[in-house]
């Protein structure tokens, strides 16, 4: 009776263990590769030293302040965009997915998406005169700070909704994000129609995503926000292991279910709301990954989240990547790449797993 | 003591019991039968401290189960939903490991808990197992496995322990339900309080020592078998006439519908 037990933690311990160190490495070449590929071409030896000469150590290779200067003001920044922005994605969208039961669930869900993107395309559409008038200092934080407020309005309005006398009604929590997701489009369309041109090709631009022309001032505060809350997810992988089995089930095995649900809903808004504020609709990643990390570890959320996020982050950095280098010297939106990518990964998924039954 | 008192339950605003108290000791089994929708969820809901009273009081130890944390609550009862939708892809160990998780024990004990459930509930060799690939009946006896290792303590402790069934045995074999009852008496004999609820008279005569009848917004009858299971009692909360027999091995009441007389 015991054997089985005794034999199954080494196994286990195995299975997880060489995914893990694949993503690691996958995550590590794409770092190298995004820093190093571009109009001025940095080696991999050459990435590493600076980075040792950052950090006080002695520079082991020949860089020019040019190189350097590449590297450490225009590519770092946009590269580490790239891993908060795919592993808050990636890890929200796991979490959601927890909390609904349900494999389909993703940011966007909670009007994130559609709130973030009726506030920057009403700042486009009314900002050009306000933001004439504010000081210099503050325009760099004016689109995305409308984008995260209108994500988090439109979250807020979705929680009071499906906020009843005896607690949170996930069922009404995800058709009210629907109805407003929809509202927000509806909003978005408005805007579109009453648009000059310029201004409608920025607020498509803002809705295919884009991680170009990252500053370090605003990549700080998102980059804290999405860590924090990420690590905030990670204390939650048991409860949401229990959420799996039902609420009922949750509360009966010992967790605070009402505390639970909305501290999940929050912490998601907050690092899907941060992530699309600085960088625009990116689709699929919050879906895509969490599913792909179930393939390979399984749903438990211990293992679940941290390999979303290295997933998610591996695969902003490419597909950020591809985005710079296939039209040179323009770049494609990465939304438009990660749905192009993703979307048929999707669909063979699907498939694939048809055949298999 | 696991208690109502008093306890009038709804659901919305429809009042499905009203005034209800029940009792439930450490070592016994209590068995609530009763027509579909006569409220034997209900009271399983409530006495688990998910549904609470609109009037009366549920109570653990004295205690209004509304203040117990849900931790501390977990370590001492568990219940069996009567359905359980899992749709993604736990090992069955996994899931087992779940009910573990209000206990702040070492890795070896929980895998000792998780072990002797699943054997326990005649599993054992199922750890491993993709959840999903299991039959309704398996995957049923799976979570009652999670909830035994919920329940589960290597050293005896005086504080009871209550498990909660609802409808167990609904679908299961014959000899499947005959498992899952005999682990029922057997948490009893360990010191734990166990209700559950069920249709089949007969098995709860069976292997209850306590019959709860539910009619109406309260109790036809509340008692031992014997005194609860009369055909006149029987026939008048089901509306179907009833033969008792006896069960030629233990003596406990045994119910058939009775010849329907109308259609010779």
């Not at chain 1, 095995?253 to 639970?260: A, C, Q």
């Not at chain 2, 809901?45 to 203040?67: N, R, T, V, W």
């Not at chain 2, 290792?149 to 069934?165: M, N, S």
Request: net charge positive; with cysteine.
């Amino acid at each position: 009776m015991s054997l089985p037990a005794m034999a199954l933690p080494r196994r286990r311990r195995r299975r997880e263990r060489l995914p893990l160190l694949a993503l690691f490495l996958l995550l590590g070449a794409a770092l190298l590769l995004a820093l190093g590929i571009g109009a001025v071409p940095i080696t991999p030896i050459q990435i590493l030293s600076i980075l040792a000469e950052r950090i006080g150590l002695p520079g082991f290779a020949e860089t020019s302040t040019a190189e350097t200067a590449v590297m450490l003001s225009i590519r770092m920044p946009r590269v580490i965009l790239a891993v908060v922005v795919g592993a808050g994605l990636a890890v929200s969208g796991a979490a959601l997915q927890g909390l609904f039961r349900n494999p389909l669930a993703d940011p966007a869900l909670l009007g994130v998406t559609g709130g973030a993107g009726l506030a920057a395309a009403t700042a486009i559409l009314f900002g050009g005169g306000l933001l004439a008038t504010l000081p210099a200092a503050v325009a760099p934080w004016f689109l995305p700070g409308a984008a995260f407020l209108g994500a988090l309005t439109v979250t807020a309005l979705v929680y009071g909704i499906a906020m009843r006398r005896e607690g949170m009604d996930l069922g009404t929590l995800l058709l009210a994000g629907i109805a407003l997701n929809a509202l927000a489009g509806a909003g978005l369309g408005l805007i579109t129609f009453v648009s000059e041109d310029r201004q409608l090709r920025d607020i498509t631009f803002w809705m295919l995503g884009s991680l170009a022309g990252t500053a370090w001032p605003q990549l700080l505060p998102v980059a804290g926000m999405i860590s924090i809350a990420l690590a905030l997810l990670f204390r939650l992988a048991r409860p949401l292991n229990a959420m799996l089995l039902g609420e009922s089930e949750a509360f009966h095995i010992g967790f605070r279910v009402e505390s639970l649900k909305r501290q999940l809903v929050i912490i998601t808004a907050l690092a899907s709301g941060a992530a699309v504020a600085l960088t625009g609709t990116i689709g699929f990643v919050g879906l895509l990954v969490p599913h792909l990390a179930r393939l390979i570890v399984g749903p438990d959320h211990r293992r679940l989240l941290p390999v979303s996020a290295l997933f998610g982050a591996t695969l902003l950095l490419f597909a950020d990547l591809i985005g710079r280098l296939v039209v040179l010297p323009a770049e494609l939106p990465i939304g438009v790449v990660t749905s192009f990518v993703g979307a048929p990964f999707f669909l063979w998924l699907l498939l694939r797993g048809e055949a298999r039954n | 003591m696991l208690a109502l008192e008093s306890a009038t339950l709804a659901r919305g605003d429809r009042i499905v019991l009203e005034d209800i108290s029940l009792r439930l000791g450490s070592g016994e089994v209590l068995a609530l039968l009763g027509p579909n929708g006569s409220g034997k969820s209900t009271i399983l809901h409530a006495l688990a401290g998910e549904l609470k009273p609109a009037a009366g009081a549920a109570m653990l130890d004295g205690i209004s189960l509304a203040e117990w944390q849900p931790a501390a609550l977990a370590r001492r009862r568990a219940m069996l939903a009567q359905q359980n939708r899992l749709a993604f892809g736990f090992r069955v160990a996994e899931v087992v490991a779940l009910g573990r998780s209000a206990h702040h024990a070492t890795a070896a004990e929980n895998d000792a808990a998780a072990a002797a459930a699943l054997d326990a509930v005649g599993l054992a060799d199922f750890a491993e197992r993709d959840y999903r690939k299991l039959s309704g009946g398996e995957q049923q006896r799976v979570h009652l496995a999670r909830c035994l290792a919920q329940l589960w303590t290597a050293v005896r402790t005086a504080e009871p322990r209550y498990l909660l069934l609802d409808e167990p045995v609904a679908n299961l074999d014959p000899a499947h339900q005959q498992t899952v009852l005999r682990v029922a008496r057997k948490m009893a004999a360990a010191g734990c309080g166990v209700v559950v609820s069920m249709h089949d008279l007969n098995l709860a005569a069976t292997h209850a020592d306590r019959l709860v009848l539910l009619e109406g917004r309260g109790f036809a009858g509340e008692g031992s078998p014997a005194e609860v299971l009369t055909p006149n009692l029987v026939e008048r909360v089901y509306g179907a006439p009833m033969l008792l027999l006896r069960h030629p091995e233990s003596g406990a009441p045994i119910l058939v519908p009775a010849a329907d007389r109308s259609a010779k």
